[in-house]
């Protein structure tokens, strides 16, 4: 799923998003939690990067977390999810600006 996270009137909006739509004025970051192999080469052909999968994201070395390419910037962190519940784990999240 692609949610699209815009500022409109001072506020941050959640709009769900069709890859094949145009952005909308005011976004300011793109959501992907678990998006299909679709939508996830469709983003990749829109904006010209490689977006790391999954597992690309695990194999990474912590030295090699942060990198630039072609002037794209990746950063993937290892974060807490669900830790409010009893059972936390350790995900991978990656920003690309």
Not at 5 to 17: D, E, I, K
Not at 37 to 52: C, R, V, Y
Not at 71 to 83: D, I, K, P, Y
Request: hydrophobic content about 35%.
């Amino acid at each position: 799923m692609i949610t699209l996270y815009t500022a409109q009137n001072g506020c941050v909006l959640a709009v769900p998003y069709q890859c094949q739509d145009p952005l909308p004025p005011g976004t300011v970051w793109i959501d992907m939690d678990e998006p299909t192999l679709e939508e996830e080469h469709q983003l990749e052909a829109k904006f010209g990067i490689d977006i790391p999968t999954r597992e690309e994201m695990r194999q990474l070395e912590y030295s090699h977390r942060f990198y630039e390419t072609n002037g794209t910037v990746f950063m993937t962190l290892r974060v807490v999810w669900h830790a409010d519940s009893e059972d936390p784990v350790n995900t991978d999240l990656t920003c690309v600006v």
